[in-house]
């Protein structure tokens, strides 16, 4: 298929724009008064002209036009048709040159003008180019700096003539040269102003003037070191060697050092390519070493380092499945809570004394976790010693107490934070052992859920969470889980199952730590909370209260009966000091309780 040129497709637009405006037009015919100028009317070939057409009676609505140029009279139009009626030209040729412009309106109508612009001669000066190869380098280089793309308006380029300013002072180097291509070597490492000046047969001229940096940089010098110790610290000596810097080409050329140590100071120059250097800081070093031959040209190298703080002794921790079992409960035990500012847990050595005797009932390992079953009940001091590779030691201890009632036992681990549970079966329940310790987010879900007494003295790790009776229910309802996956919160049916198998006589016993019952009750109180307010109504701070502790413990269960005073819809079960049996009772629906989830069926 035949392309169809764009300037056609383009006057076809505007003579169907035209058509369709002459369709609907309601102005009579008109013709077109054209004005058409040149600034200036005449001049020099070093002249820019500008002209300008215009149409001074066209109708409302209707002042647009389109323009193209003629710049030589050849009848060839040299622009295409433009809104923009307005254009510049030079004439590098002096002499009577003729300017034709063609108007056309948007109803379709042409008009062409023609104008003699006389053109004298004139004179410009030269436009000077300049390129240097290499661009850049050090001073052993020799440079070549070529002009010879300088042209000149009126003039041919060889009837130019060139001379040279090396460093820009104002005094010009060489003669007038008619070669525009010249070779020339420097002294010194600096940074050089060459500039160039071209001078045409009428002496007018132009300066350039091109920055050279020349630096004393010698690829061919291979700077290379390494350091004796990669884990070292801010108290032990680096000992930096570079003797594997050399130049391939000249083995024999002799070199010195100077080291670069960021945020310190140069140290240097050496003779030799040893280094010891004792760092002041920790963190990441960067150390610069600048290898120089005895003529000047150098090259340097940068590496990274870490210089680490003075190796301290490792942090043991343990994550223990319950503190409280019996002589048949399968202790998890692991410690992979350890910690240490540069050895991950995986890589320190650890060791165990389950009795906490002075006697390691292990030998040093790698191996983090495992099961310990005690023989015999009491309160044991479990001690775990770790070490790092660098020979640091130390130990942590946790107190393990195990009675000697034989309730079946287990441990779950809540994936949610990684916390250990302990699990005890009463009748055919699974109870957990321990209080729950699960932190819900307030701005994702529901807020005032859960508060922890003496939460900023670590007091949600030792006692666990207490949850809102109200804010519990309205939480589990919703489908979201306060219980680890496959346990859920206890019913009201729940406890009172439970309650059957306590025994009548030494209940509060056997409920508590190392009671009979495996349940492993402490007496850490309740809590509830109260609204302040300000002066408007509004609720300035929320105030959290906590009850009887050491006297009594309350746990949540999600029943609740309507129709009563909120201070008795929540039933919870309970243990009191001073009381031998168990409580099941109704209490404060905007109260505080533990929870101890029960296993779902």
Known sequence: MKRIPAHRILLAVLLLTAWLGACDRD??????????????????????????ARIINAPKGREAFFVRWDWNGDSVWDTRFSSETRASHRYYTPGSHRIRTELLTQDGQRVVLAKDLKVNQGYSA??????????????????????GSSYDDEDSSRTLTYRWDWDND????????????????????????????????????????????????????????????????VKDTFFFDASATR????????????WDIKNE??????????????????????????VRDNSGLQNSRMQEIYVFDENKPPRPGINLSTPFGNITTQFYIDAWASMDDRTPPSELLIRWDFEGDGVWDTQWSYD????????????FNLTLEAEDPGGERAVVTRKVKV????????????????????TVKIGDQ?????????????????????????????????????????????????????????????????????????????????????????????????????????????????LYKFYRYSEEVRFLSITKRPFFEVSRMQFYFGLTRNYDGIDLLWGDFEGYYYVRCIKED
């Open 126 to 147: 030269p436009h000077p180019a300049l390129t240097v190869n290499p661009p850049m380098g050090n001073f052993t280089l020799m440079y070549t700096f070529d002009a």
């Open 170 to 233: 104002g005094i010009f180097d060489t003669e007038r040269l008619t070669d525009p291509v010249i070779r020339k070597k420097f002294s010194s490492a600096r940074t050089y102003n060459v500039k160039l000046e071209v001078t045409d047969p009428t002496f007018r001229h132009a300066t350039i003037i091109n920055p050279l940096i020349i630096n004393n940089i010698d690829t061919l010098i291979r700077v290379n070191f390494d350091w004796s110790s990669k884990n070292g610290t």
């Open 265 to 290: 100071v140069t140290y240097g120059p050496f003779e030799t390519p040893d280094f010891p250097h004792v760092f002041w800081t920790r963190g990441a070093q960067e150390v610069t070493l600048t």
């Open 27 to 52: 102005e009579t015919d008109w013709t077109p008064a054209v004005e058409f100028s040149a600034k200036p009317d005449s001049g020099n070939t070093t002249h820019t002209f500008s002209f300008e």
């Open 247 to 258: 130049d391939s080409l000249n083995p024999d050329r002799i070199f010195t050092y100077a």
């Open 430 to 542: 699974w109870w957990m052992s321990d209080n729950l310790d699960y932190r819900s987010n307030p701005k994702m879900d529901i807020p005032m859920l859960q508060i922890c007494w003496g939460e900023n003295s670590g007091g949600c790790d030792r006692f666990g969470a207490l949850y809102q009776g109200a804010r519990a229910i309205d939480f589990n309802s919703t489908g979201q889980r306060i219980c680890p996956t496959g346990w859920r919160l206890p019913t009201r049916a729940d406890w009172e199952e439970m309650g059957r198998h306590v025994p009548a006589t030494g209940a509060r016993e056997a409920m508590e730590v190392g009671g009979k019952m495996g349940f492993n009750a402490q007496y850490f109180g309740y809590g509830d909370y109260t609204f302040v307010y300000d002066l408007f109504g509004n609720i300035a701070d929320t």
């Open 403 to 422: 009675s000697e009632n034989p309730a079946e036992t287990s441990y779950i681990q809540d994936r949610r934070n990684e916390k250990y549970y302990g």
């Open 368 to 379: 983090k976790f495992l099961f310990h079953q005690y023989n015999y009940p009491g309160t």
